[in-house]
């Protein structure tokens, strides 16, 4: 966990010294399911098609205004890249090796010859003694004991239903928006409800919290946006430094356009197509 704080500090270009005289307020954005070629800004060498095929020039300011690692390492899956970044420790260490949903159920696919390892299914846990879960004190936890208001937006997936990080005000957050068990929504429409029945959370994919939006034309990313807008504002009024984690759910399936967006894409004749939801 120290060397989580300490990167995070050396990524803002903080000394402990000016961290004393005043925290830095944290924005970390994770974006799930995102390549390194699926937006305009570019990761290798050259400028690549995919990064000609999309807009996003707000990372383009991002990157042109701050700093770019092109060499960087992630798990191929949810769970496991998000505990590393809450704990400090690699998926070798913390034994959470896939994306977690059930209690106490593994998603890895059967072997007729190997049987996997009792990984731990679960996910994290902030108190000891729960099976098959890493126990640790998270970063957004340490940030709140060091007087940080802590708040968390979006996708979580951090603890299977059923045990405490599956709601993130358990492992710290002062403020959850939208994050619960799942790593999926069930639609990223306000007029699908974003996966729910009516105003009936619908498990296990139905998005929480988000009522207020239900049979609107708001896609769920800018719902999100707004979301974590007003939550900023009680920090900013009581002059308290704050940690933003926004975990967008997109580009997770199932797809679905942003009609704010999508109408440039279709003049290049792109496949207007449709995924289908989780298993």
């Known amino acids: 966990m120290k060397k989580v704080l300490l990167t995070l500090c050396a990524l803002l270009g903080m000394t402990a010294a000016s961290m004393a005289q005043r925290p830095p307020n944290i924005v970390l954005f994770i974006v799930d399911d995102m390549g390194w070629q699926d937006c305009s800004v570019p990761f290798w060498t050259t400028v690549t098609d995919y990064n000609k095929r999309y807009r996003t020039p707000n990372m383009e300011r991002l990157a042109r ?22 704990t400090g420790m690699n998926a070798a260490r913390h034994r959470v090796t896939n994306w977690t949903l ?15 390892p009792e990984w731990n299914v679960n996910g994290l846990a ?3 003694g729960i099976g098959k879960t890493v126990y640790a004190d998270a970063l957004p936890s340490l940030l709140r004991q060091s007087g940080y208001y802590t708040i968390h937006c979006g996708k979580a997936h951090f603890g299977a239903q059923e045990t405490p990080a599956a709601d993130p005000i358990n492992i710290g957050f002062m403020v ?31 998005v929480p919290g988000l009522q207020k939006y239900h049979g609107s034309k708001t896609f769920l990313t800018e719902a999100l ?33 942003d009609e704010r967006f999508v109408e440039k894409y279709r003049a290049m004749g792109l496949p207007n197509r449709k995924q289908s939801m989780h298993p």
């Not at 059930?102 to 996997?116: Q, T």
């Not at 940690?243 to 679905?256: D, K, Q, R, T």
């Open 176 to 206: 959850n928006i939208a994050g619960h068990a799942a790593g999926g929504p069930g639609s990223f429409l306000g007029t699908e409800n974003y996966g729910n029945k009516g105003d009936t959370i619908t498990p296990p994919w139905g």
């Open 225 to 257: 946006t707004q979301e974590a807008l007003t939550a900023l504002e009680k920090p900013i009024a009581d002059d308290k430094p704050f940690f933003l984690y926004m975990s967008h759910y997109a580009v997770h399936v199932p797809l679905a356009a």
């Open 65 to 86: 205004e701050g700093m770019k690692f092109t060499d960087a390492y992630a798990t191929p899956v949810c769970s496991p890249s998000r505990i590393s970044l809450m």
């Open 102 to 116: 059930r209690k106490n159920a593994s998603v890895d696919v059967k072997d007729s010859l190997l049987s996997p």
């Open 126 to 128: 902030p108190v000891p």
